[in-house]
């Protein structure tokens, strides 16, 4: 089992472009999520999704949009990519019976914005 | 404003000491409360959870407690070793409320040898 994978490790982008992140789990997980990690500010919430073909909005959602068209998969896009979304972005995946109510994390997206 | 708060950012300690490392709520619907532990380039692991029904659960050199009526609760570490040196993140829930967490911003442990 690979677990969480997120493609890319690493971008650089300029102000203004766009952006797919991809996150896939090999769990069967139900629950997928999407995190940014900023200084002193832990893990934030972006989006979510409760199963296949559902999306819904956390915390910080303004200027990213998600996709799960597959259960395995929840993509992150930036349309604008803006300098405040520089980040590092952690997708999750979580069972439906999770014992602990645990989350299983990626290994993050360094995501920088000149 | 934060419902989850890891007031120390960093945390230094000889090695085979005790680590407490703290955690303050605010939201009194949380019931269900877990550490996670995150090195460098990598993503955060669950260590351990605490429900609301108790006040302590230990997992080998690790202990949380629960203050429920403080809203704070805590993790130990003993004894600490090098290989503890990471970044630990507090997190709330609600239980089997699609395991939504809430997270506090994390303390920097750092075991010296």
């Known amino acids: 089992n690979a677990g969480v994978t997120q493609t890319p490790k690493f971008r650089v982008l300029k102000t203004g472009q766009s952006m797919t992140l991809l996150c896939a789990q090999d769990?069967?997980?139900?629950?997928m999520y999407w995190y940014r990690q900023d200084p002193g500010m832990g893990l934030r919430l972006i989006h979510y999704?409760?199963?296949?073909?559902?999306?819904a909005k956390g915390e910080v959602p303004d200027g990213y949009n998600v996709s799960r068209l597959k259960k395995q998969n929840f993509l992150l896009g930036l349309e604008s990519a803006a300098p405040s979304q520089t980040s590092v972005y952690f997708c999750?995946?979580?069972?439906?019976?999770?014992?602990?109510?645990?989350?299983?994390f990626g290994p993050g997206t360094r995501l920088t914005v000149l | 404003d934060q419902q989850v708060k890891q007031n120390s950012p960093s945390l230094s300690v000889q090695e085979g000491r005790i680590s407490i490392l703290n955690c303050d709520y605010t939201n009194s619907m949380f019931d269900y409360f877990l550490w996670y532990k995150k090195y460098p380039a990598e993503g955060p692991t669950f260590l351990i959870s605490?429900?609301?029904?108790?006040d302590k659960n230990e997992d080998g050199r690790f202990t949380v407690f629960l203050n429920k009526s403080a809203k704070h609760l805590s993790l130990h570490i003993v004894p600490s070793q090098p290989g503890d040196s990471a970044v630990y993140f507090c997190?709330?829930?609600?239980?089997?409320?699609?395991?939504?967490?809430?997270f506090g911003g994390g303390t920097r442990l750092m075991v010296k040898p």
């Open positions: 999704s409760v199963g296949e073909g559902t999306t």
């Open positions: 997190a709330a829930s609600v239980y089997n409320a699609g395991n939504m967490l809430t």
């Open positions: 769990m069967n997980h139900e629950y």
């Open positions: 605490i429900s609301s029904i108790k």
């Open positions: 999750a995946s979580s069972p439906l019976d999770a014992r602990h109510n645990e989350q299983f």
